[in-house]
């Protein structure tokens, strides 16, 4: 109660504009109490009125009251200053316009402390501390200050919500229960709430329960962006040391070219200028026997010209042909066209490894997303469509390309290509240029003949008859047959009676990551001929097997 006490001597000494302890306190004529310069303040907003009035209990002076400061309130006011007293703040004290205040206040309310959900009345600590002590406290349902204690009040009734109809789902009066809502499904509010807060802690517990699964998957999505990471800094450590190494390689050859071109080149003009000083001292030797010859024409005594015409006019045999053979002026250059032709291989490997290496790259996913499913209408199909051409590099003997590399026929005669690894050598077969990865979609146009249109792995056997260099023979190929008569599906060997509309088209959709494989009649409808599910572990590439001579089968351009 001391405290209170102090609580009510603060009250009594502080200013009821400022809310703080007063300062150059100062008593109006009606007996308030105020801080000069605040009562000052608010007058001066009223010296157009020329009334002044108290802003406690509104009594009014003219003329403006003379303010005299109250040297007892001073006085008292240092007092209270030294042994600690200090105003409450207002927002700890006296209720604001947002605030919950005291029902129980009069006057100037005080902010609520409490409020009770059955007398439906707020207090301030210092009116709520008699119920405190009262027998009746019990009885009291306090909560958190609450404006809203009037919606617990029927407005029909008057009465206190106590009841709950589970048929309208509504909070109601008794009177509502045996009126409007007689016979329907009704108990206490406090039974609703019992029942209900036992389903919202099974709520609780499946939040609970997500809540960690998400911070379970949060740490794991958190150790797969480190792994990403790592996995990213090596890739490209790894990458820099393997371009590191072909840039060193590159330079190397580059210096031993340069190397072998000097070396010939000083080879060459040291062959040139030894044959050079062996013909200019046979010059000088010739013209020592002219100056010889000349002076023994002039010789005017017979005895001494026929004495040394012998050992004078004898000539001795040349030390070079009489000719020289000089190449063509290409001495050179047919280095820079060997360097050249490297230098477009190279940028051809480059070309089509930077397309693997680059979807490769594309593909990393580390969320499984629900994959995308597959196109129903060809427009649909047409927006993954890739331009294929033929690889000349793998063509057999008797495929003839052209068309820009897009069409191939089959031939009796055999064509003389230059040898390579990549080449076909059993079967009349071809590879695509291109590998094929992601989401694509060709087609395939034949006349005069049957045709395998396949797809397969890069290291599919090339040469030799054997099974493991024919496109569906292996594990490493998948292909579709038609020779005008009816489809077959062929992989490892084994063949797949396919049915459908026979057409001179077909359409080719490949989903490299989902593994899906699909061969469709093309006319004016997609009728699906064969779906191959499965896991691809490596690019592919598309393949033509011409089965007949004369027929042809092109890469239809789609965009």
């Given at each position: 109660?001391?405290?209170?006490?102090?609580?009510?001597?603060?009250?009594?000494?502080?200013?009821?504009?400022?809310?703080?302890?007063?300062?150059?306190?100062?008593?109006?004529?009606?007996?308030?109490?105020?801080?000069?310069?605040?009562?000052?303040?608010?007058?001066?907003?009223?010296?157009?009125?020329?009334?002044?009035?108290?802003?406690?209990?509104?009594?009014?002076?003219?003329?403006?009251?003379?303010?005299?400061?109250?040297?007892?309130?001073?006085?008292?006011?240092?007092?209270?200053?030294?042994?600690?007293?200090?105003?409450?703040?207002?927002?700890?004290?006296?209720?604001?316009?947002?605030d919950?205040?005291?029902?129980?206040?009069?006057?100037?309310?005080?902010?609520?402390?409490?409020?009770?959900?059955?007398?439906?009345?707020?207090?301030?600590?210092?009116?709520?501390?008699?119920?405190?002590?009262?027998?009746?406290?019990?009885?009291?349902?306090?909560?958190?200050?609450?404006?809203?204690?009037?919606?617990?009040?029927?407005?029909?009734?008057?009465?206190?919500?106590?009841?709950?109809?589970?048929?309208?789902?509504?909070?109601?009066?008794?009177?509502?229960?045996?009126?409007?809502?007689?016979?329907?499904?009704?108990?206490?509010?406090?039974?609703?709430?019992?029942?209900?807060?036992?389903?919202?802690?099974?709520?609780?517990?499946?939040?609970?329960?997500?809540?960690?699964?998400?911070?379970?998957?949060?740490?794991?999505?958190?150790?797969?962006?480190?792994?990403?990471?790592?996995?990213?800094?090596?890739?490209?450590?790894?990458?820099?040391?393997?371009?590191?190494?072909?840039?060193?390689?590159?330079?190397?050859?580059s210096?031993?070219?340069?190397?072998?071109?000097?070396?010939q080149?000083?080879?060459?003009?040291?062959?040139?200028?030894?044959?050079?000083?062996k013909?200019?001292?046979?010059?000088?030797?010739?013209k020592?026997?002219?100056?010889?010859?000349?002076?023994?024409?002039?010789?005017?005594?017979h005895?001494?010209?026929?004495?040394?015409?012998?050992?004078?006019?004898?000539?001795?045999?040349?030390?070079?042909?009489?000719?020289?053979?000089?190449?063509?002026?290409?001495?050179?250059?047919?280095?820079?066209?060997?360097?050249?032709?490297?230098?477009?291989?190279?940028?051809?490997?480059?070309?089509?490894?930077?397309t693997?290496i680059?979807?490769?790259?594309t593909?990393?996913?580390?969320?499984?997303?629900?994959?995308?499913?597959?196109?129903?209408?060809?427009?649909?199909?047409l927006?993954?469509?890739?331009?294929?051409?033929?690889?000349?590099?793998?063509?057999?003997?008797?495929?003839?390309?052209?068309?820009?590399?897009?069409?191939?026929?089959r031939?009796?005669?055999?064509?003389?290509?230059?040898?390579?690894?990549?080449?076909?050598?059993?079967?009349?077969?071809?590879?695509?240029?291109?590998?094929?990865?992601?989401?694509?979609?060709?087609?395939?146009?034949?006349?005069?003949?049957?045709?395998?249109?396949?797809?397969?792995?890069?290291?599919?056997?090339?040469?030799?008859?054997?099974?493991?260099?024919?496109?569906?023979?292996?594990?490493?190929?998948?292909?579709?047959?038609?020779?005008?008569?009816?489809?077959?599906?062929?992989?490892?060997n084994?063949?797949?009676?396919?049915?459908?509309?026979?057409?001179?088209?077909?359409?080719?959709?490949?989903?490299?990551?989902?593994g899906?494989?699909?061969?469709?009649?093309?006319?004016?409808?997609?009728t699906?001929?064969?779906?191959?599910?499965t896991?691809?572990?490596?690019?592919?590439?598309?393949?033509?097997?011409?089965?007949?001579?004369?027929?042809?089968?092109?890469?239809?351009?789609l965009?």
């Amino acid at each position: 109660m001391a405290q209170q006490g102090a609580q009510l001597d603060q009250e009594n000494f502080s200013c009821s504009i400022c809310l703080d302890l007063l300062k150059d306190p100062v008593t109006i004529p009606c007996g308030h109490s105020y801080c000069m310069s605040c009562i000052n303040n608010f007058w001066d907003g009223e010296d157009k009125k020329e009334i002044y009035s108290c802003p406690q209990c509104s009594m009014t002076f003219t003329p403006r009251p003379v303010l005299i400061k109250n040297t007892m309130s001073a006085d008292l006011m240092e007092e209270l200053k030294k042994t600690g007293l200090q105003a409450a703040p207002a927002d700890l004290c006296y209720a604001g316009p947002e605030d919950v205040a005291c029902d129980v206040c009069t006057g100037r309310k005080l902010k609520a402390f409490k409020s009770c959900l059955v007398c439906l009345v707020s207090y301030c600590e210092k009116h709520l501390q008699p119920d405190y002590e009262s027998p009746t406290f019990i009885k009291l349902k306090l909560v958190d200050p609450s404006a809203k204690l009037q919606e617990n009040i029927c407005s029909r009734h008057d009465e206190v919500m106590k009841m709950f109809c589970r048929t309208d789902q509504q909070i109601i009066c008794y009177l509502c229960s045996v009126d409007e809502h007689k016979g329907h499904d009704t108990v206490s509010a406090a039974a609703e709430i019992t029942e209900r807060q036992g389903e919202l802690e099974v709520s609780r517990l499946n939040v609970q329960q997500r809540i960690q699964d998400r911070e379970k998957d949060v740490k794991l999505l958190q150790q797969e962006v480190e792994a990403v990471s790592l996995s990213a800094d090596k890739a490209v450590e790894d990458s820099e040391k393997i371009f590191t190494e072909l840039i060193r390689l590159l330079q190397k050859r580059s210096s031993d070219v340069k190397q072998q071109i000097r070396s010939q080149q000083e080879t060459e003009v040291s062959r040139v200028k030894d044959l050079q000083a062996k013909l200019q001292q046979e010059i000088t030797e010739l013209k020592r026997k002219d100056a010889e010859l000349k002076q023994l024409s002039h010789t005017e005594d017979h005895n001494q010209f026929l004495h040394n015409y012998p050992s004078v006019s004898q000539l001795s045999e040349p030390t070079e042909s009489s000719s020289i053979d000089i190449c063509p002026l290409r001495y050179f250059e047919d280095v820079t066209a060997a360097v050249s032709e490297l230098r477009d291989k190279l940028q051809d490997i480059l070309k089509e490894e930077w397309t693997n290496i680059s979807l490769t790259v594309t593909e990393v996913d580390v969320l499984l997303s629900e994959p995308e499913p597959e196109p129903k209408t060809r427009a649909g199909f047409l927006k993954y469509s890739r331009e294929i051409t033929l690889d000349p590099n793998t063509a057999h003997e008797k495929v003839y390309l052209c068309e820009g590399k897009r069409r191939v026929q089959r031939i009796s005669q055999q064509l003389f290509y230059s040898s390579h690894p990549d080449r076909f050598t059993g079967y009349p077969q071809v590879l695509s240029k291109e590998s094929l990865t992601g989401r694509c979609y060709w087609e395939v146009i034949w006349r005069a003949g049957g045709v395998r249109i396949a797809v397969t792995y890069k290291n599919i056997r090339r040469e030799g008859l054997a099974n493991e260099s024919i496109f569906g023979f292996n594990n490493k190929s998948w292909a579709l047959r038609y020779d005008d008569k009816s489809y077959e599906f062929w992989f490892n060997n084994i063949s797949t009676p396919v049915s459908g509309p026979p057409s001179s088209r077909v359409g080719v959709y490949l989903d490299h990551r989902e593994g899906i494989l699909s061969f469709y009649s093309v006319s004016e409808t997609m009728t699906l001929l064969h779906r191959v599910q499965t896991t691809f572990t490596q690019p592919l590439y598309a393949g033509l097997y011409i089965l007949d001579d004369g027929a042809t089968a092109e890469f239809c351009k789609l965009k």
